[in-house]
Structures are given as structure tokens and as C-alpha cells.
């Protein structure tokens, strides 16, 4: 059985998550006091106890997601006595998750992990103020039509921006940008077809060209931290193929905050590498929902809670 574990991005957060894993195994709890300590922070506290409006600040649901995801995969690595790098032919991760990803390979270490998901965080939310950007979901069209829409919905405009941001799935693609735009887009979409055209509750409009001050952000903390190779090739969003050079890593990393989130491509290569099961590791199943939708042969699996860490064991 060929295996890939992929890691979840923004929106998967929920106040609790993370507390059944850290009140049943001591290496979980480790794993959020680490990421506690980084950041000089009680982002575990705030994980576990809430307030969830203060949870879905971008600055802490990028960090927290990831502590998540890694005290998963430090719990399936000392039940299973076995390391990640043994089991997997892939790692991928939706946006922020490709910093888990990289962190659960060993490519980057869970502290530096942490403190540059804050950073990105707090970049991305500078990158534009509250209330000039969104993003929407258009759901029904595929890529091609998503993305002459968001272009006609532009060009209608005096130099906004509107833009695929996350091909997610068949039929599910979000676009990002100026807030008139999107909300034209939002409308040209329904013309054309789209089943729905849904604006996101999100507070900055992610991964396109208006989060370049965010890249540059990003560049300049990459370039202070340490990347080895992963212990597993990265499937890359930007790309969807694979990495391991270090310092190509490094420039996807920076690439991808204005870049477009190929998640469709990126499972559908990962299946056509051979793989046959994809593991989501980390909070909620969102990843799980869209490998079905985009490839039914693959078996998909998600993990969050003791008993899911039972059951997955009891698989590989």
C-alpha cells in the first residue's frame, strides 16, 4: 500500500482541537508546550480553550493548525515505533499545511515551523487592510471557466485584482482579490453556470498578487532558517510535483503566498505516482471530503483523536 499524509490548511480550526490527542499522550502535550515556547505564547491555551474569534486570527490559526498536525504525527510515530519517513512515498500540504508537511519530514524543524507560520500570518494579514480584499468559492465550474471569470470580473475594474487562488477540487475552485471584484466575479460565475458563488468569512484575500508585500516578508525570514532535505518528497502547491532540493523548497515557499494552491493537481499526481491511500493528519477532514471528490480509487483516511490514531495503526 502506497501512502501519502497530507496536511490541513486555514479553516480547519476549532477551539478543542488537539486536547483529546494531549490529554492521552504525553508526546502531544510536548509538541504544543514546544510550539508554546517558540512563539512565547499560550497558543495551546487559546487552542484548547478558545475565544474562537481570537483562534481565527490568520496569525494564530496558521501555527495552531500545524501543532496539531505534528503532535499527530509524533503520536503515530512513537505508538507505531516506526518514523514518518518509513511510510510515506509523499507529503503534501494545503497552503499553510505545506509548512506542516515539511516540519512532519524533517525538513524543518517544529520551532522555526512555528515561528514562520506567525510570521506569514501577520504578513499576510498587513498585506492588505480589512475589508479591501476577500475570497469566494465558485462552486460548478472548473478551472478554465473559474479563471475567465475572475479575469473578466478584473478587467471590469480599474486595476483590481481577481484571481484562482485554490483549484481545491472538480468543480470547486476559490478566487481571491480586490472585494468589488470578487463580488463581480461572484455574479459573472452565476451567469455562467456556477451552482454556487459563495464569499469566505476570511480576513485577507489570500494566495494572489495582492500578498506580494507578504512574500517579500517571507523571503527574508526563509532565508534565516535552516531547510534539510525532507525525509519524503514534498508535493509542492505551486508545482503539483514533487521537491526535495532545499533551496527549491525554500522558493516555493515564498512563490506560494501569491501563488495558486494546485490541490487538484496535487493529489491527482500523487495518485498517478502510484499512491493508493491518503492520510489526512492534523484537524478536521477537509482534505479527506476532497480527495474523494477527486479521485474515488484513492482510500482516504483522516486523524485528529486517540481513537483515529488506533485505527490508523491498525491499517499501515
Known amino acids: 500500500m502506497s501512502l501519502a499524509f ?30 508554546d515556547d517558540a512563539l512565547e505564547q499560550g497558543l495551546s491555551r487559546l487552542m484548547l480553550t478558545g475565544p474562537e474569534e481570537e483562534l481565527r486570527l490568520t496569525a494564530n490559526a496558521q501555527p495552531a493548525l500545524m501543532a496539531v498536525s505534528m503532535a499527530v504525527v509524533r503520536v503515530l510515530e512513537s505508538e507505531g515505533n516506526w518514523r514518518l519517513g518509513d511510510k510515506a512515498a509523499f ?22 515551523a512555528a515561528r514562520l507560520l506567525r510570521r506569514r500570518g501577520e504578513a499576510m ?15 460548478g465550474l472548473d478551472l478554465e471557466t473559474a479563471q475567465a471569470v475572475a479575469e473578466e470580473a478584473a478587467a471590469q475594474g480599474q486595476g483590481e485584482v481577481c ?6 477540487a472538480p468543480g470547486q475552485v476559490v478566487i481571491s482579490g480586490h472585494t468589488a471584484a470578487v463580488e463581480r466575479a461572484c455574479e459573472i460565475a452565476k451567469a455562467k453556470g456556477a451552482k454556487r458563488a459563495l464569499l469566505l468569512p476570511v480576513s485577507a484575500p489570500f494566495h494572489c498578487s495582492l500578498m506580494a508585500p507578504a512574500a517579500e516578508v517571507m523571503a527574508e525570514a526563509l532565508a534565516g532558517v535552516e531547510i534539510a532535505m525532507p525525509a519524503v518528497p514534498l508535493v509542492a502547491n505551486v508545482t503539483a510535483s514533487h521537491l526535495s532540493d532545499p533551496a527549491e523548497i525554500r522558493r516555493k515557499l515564498v512563490e506560494q503566498v501569491t501563488g495558486m494552491v494546485r490541490w487538484r493537481e496535487s493529489v491527482a499526481y500523487m495518485a498517478g505516482q502510484g499512491v493508493e491511500t491518503v492520510v489526512e493528519l492534523g484537524a478536521g477532514k477537509v482534505l479527506s471530503g476532497l480527495t474523494k471528490r477527486i479521485d474515488r480509487s484513492l482510500a482516504s ?16
Request: glycine content about 12%; cysteine-free.
Open 6 to 35: 497530507v496536511f490541513p490548511g486555514q479553516g480547519s480550526q476549532a477551539v478543542g482541537m488537539g486536547q483529546a490527542l494531549a490529554e492521552a499522550f504525553p508526546v502531544a502535550r510536548e509538541v504544543f508546550e514546544e510550539v
Open 91 to 112: 507529503v503534501a500540504g494545503h497552503s499553510l499545511g505545506e509548512y506542516s508537511a515539511l516540519a512532519a519530514a524533517g525538513s524543518l524543524q517544529l520551532a522555526d
Open 125 to 139: 494579514q498587513a498585506a492588505v487592510p480589512v475589508g479591501e480584499g476577500t475570497m469566494a468559492a465558485l462552486l
Open 163 to 168: 484571481a484562482a487562488a485554490n483549484d481545491n
Open 301 to 316: 483516511h483522516s486523524v485528529e483523536t486517540p481513537q483515529d490514531v488506533e485505527a490508523i495503526l491498525g491499517l499501515i
